[in-house]
């Protein structure tokens, strides 16, 4: 069938001059008119919509009917048209089929631009002549503009739920482009509660075309307005929102980061609590991308705070939630692990990411050791193979440090370290104290990791010499040791620290001896915070364990030694 054949030049112009007659003249005989007519009008519209999607571009349809803009125009004017559902339906539609894509030409990017704005007037019309027809239908003009938006977002969502039944690229026309049109007419409404539900729709819709499946101004409107609270969405399309735009996902991120750093160093239950509520663990477990992205934010931010230890406790405590998501993921729908830490080496990944829960306690000890000992080997093989190619900017080991940053993730074995390194005679120390040092100085960027493996262990003599027989000034060299000494290759007070907290938990020194040990080393050091913050954390840590009802009394009591307050 030809085109003309569907919808001639004079059918067009008959209506045309119908229209304006109408357009012109507000009396009770053109309404009735229009009743009279209106079937038919439904008629020539559906002719119209046909005549528009056969046309290979908006171009081409106006230069056939030239007269085709200016009657759609004038029909949106017309209050008695506009307010018929079918009627309504079948305008956007001949506007959807207009709207182009990827405007070819400075009238086709003209037409886009009206059709926004008449999508939009039709949405929000408060003309003189709406005003006369809810006064004679005796409707509110706020309850018929919701009528008349609720309408036409149901009618849209309709069509954008409609789906694929075959590839786009061997049809002509497809839901997916009636879908990106549908998107571009969103984007004055994307702020409105109403237009969430269509919004939702179109962001999880599965698309087939290979081309952009919606507009980047619905994509980019919608994320504004997300960011700004403007819109509540559900959580799968949040999670959709940020699969399609990954600018919103970065910024959901930061803001995380933002927030979380600071409860890591004052309350870290708060910073557990927040990432309970976060969407982002759960998107991570369903779409292996975003987790890649939400990685590749944290593995930057490290490179530059290594030693940030708030930092690594976000991160920690972000895979940790991750995990669990993961976990309850269905089977078949599960993506191999190696698929979500590519960078990471293979021998340490299932080690590092099998959490102490699910493994017998009495395989921590020969764990532990094996992953100390890999770890050990990767640093050592890779500083030998790069120290002749590295430049004078010492660039760092990537190797190295994905191994590193895995363990920054899976901190729950530094923990396990800590604990076992308490019970562990002194010529069995090395291993658990590597990984210690490791944790806080992942390469010897200025570091000195060997020199200050030395320095570790020295501090570990001290403290375990403490919860044994303190000496009269054991307190005060310990505390010398937590202040950086100048000149002098020193590792992280934190990580000293840590050997102090664990001695304090995990030995058998009752607590009152415990408490007057800490509290005398932690005060001298003006560390009192810090220790607050590892205790805080570790009494998190331990809270799975098979231990958890006589260690959380215990770390519980050496916080509140330590801040009353809190």
């Known amino acids: 069938m030809s085109d003309t054949e569907v919808v001639d030049v004079q059918e067009l112009g008959r209506w045309l001059h119908t229209v304006k007659t109408w357009d012109q003249t507000d009396s009770t005989k053109t309404h009735k008119d229009i009743c ?31 007269l085709l803009g200016q009657f759609l125009g004038r029909v949106c004017w017309i209050p008695h048209i506009t307010a018929d559902g079918t009627s309504r339906a079948l305008l956007f539609q001949c506007l959807w089929g207009l709207y182009s894509e990827e405007p070819q030409n400075a009238m086709e990017a003209k037409a886009n631009q009206w059709i926004r ?18 006064t004679r239908l005796g409707v509110p003009p706020a309850e018929y503009h919701l009528k008349v938006l609720r309408k036409m977002l149901a009618r849209l969502q309709e069509h954008a739920e409609t789906a694929c039944t075959i590839p786009c690229d061997m049809i002509q026309s497809c839901p997916c482009d009636t879908a990106r049109a549908i998107s571009e007419a969103c984007v004055p409404l994307v702020a409105r509660p109403e237009a969430a539900s269509l919004i939702g729709a179109l962001l999880q819709r599965p698309f087939t075309s290979v081309k952009a499946p919606l507009s980047e101004d619905f ?21 959709s929102l940020w699969w399609h735009s990954l600018s919103s996902l970065e910024e959901a991120v930061l803001s995380l980061m933002e927030q979380g750093l600071s409860y890591c160093h004052s309350a870290p239950h708060k910073l557990q609590q927040l990432l309970t509520d976060s969407i982002l663990p759960k998107a991570c477990a369903q779409h292996c991308s975003i987790f890649l992205v939400v990685n590749d934010i944290f593995r930057c931010a490290l490179k530059q705070k290594e030693e940030n230890y708030s930092l690594k406790c976000l991160v920690k405590t972000f895979t940790t939630h991750f995990l669990r998501e993961l976990a309850v993921q269905e089977q078949r729908k599960r993506v191999p692990l190696k698929a979500y830490f590519p960078q990471a080496p293979r021998c340490v990944l299932l080690p590092l990411l099998t959490p102490p ?49 895995l363990l920054v993730g899976c901190s729950h074995w530094v923990d396990v370290a800590l604990q076992l390194l308490v019970a562990s005679k002194d010529t069995d120390c090395d291993p658990f104290l590597w990984l210690l040092t490791f944790y806080h100085h ?14 570790c262990r020295e501090a570990w003599g001290r403290v375990r010499g403490l919860f044994a ?26 990580s000293i620290l840590r050997l102090l907290l664990s001695s304090a938990v995990f030995s058998p020194l009752p607590l009152s001896g415990s408490t007057g040990i800490l509290l005398t080393v932690v005060e001298r050091s003006g560390l009192t915070d810090e220790a607050a913050c590892v205790l805080s954390s570790l009494e998190i840590s331990v809270g799975g364990g098979g231990h958890a009802h006589t260690l959380q009394p215990r770390i519980t009591a050496l916080r509140q030694a330590l801040a009353p307050s809190t």
Not at 442 to 455: A, I, S
Request: aromatic fraction near 6%.
């Open 469 to 494: 027989a303190p000496p009269a000034d054991g307190c005060q060299i310990l505390a010398a040791l937590l202040s950086p000494q100048p000149q002098q290759p020193s590792p992280a007070p934190v």
């Open 442 to 455: 992942p390469t010897n960027r200025g570091h000195h990791r060997d020199q200050m493996q030395v320095v």
């Open 357 to 405: 829960s699910e493994m017998p306690e009495d395989a921590w000890r020969d764990h532990v050791k094996w992953l100390s000992g890999s770890l050990r080997r990767l640093a050592e093989q890779e500083e030998e193979e790069d120290e002749e190619a590295r430049d004078a900017t010492n660039r760092g080991l990537p190797l190295v440090f994905e191994a590193w940053f």
């Open 219 to 239: 994509i980019h409107a919608v994320g504004s307005a997300y960011s700004c609270r403007l819109v509540s969405l559900e959580v799968p399309a949040v999670v």
């Open 117 to 134: 704005k008449t999508l939009c007037r039709l949405t929000t019309d408060e003309e003189d002549t709406a005003q006369t027809l809810m």
């Open 36 to 66: 009279l007519h209106l079937r038919p009008m439904r008629d020539f519209l559906h002719k119209l919509q046909t005549y528009i999607n056969g046309m290979k571009s908006t171009a081409d349809a106006m230069k056939k009917l030239p």
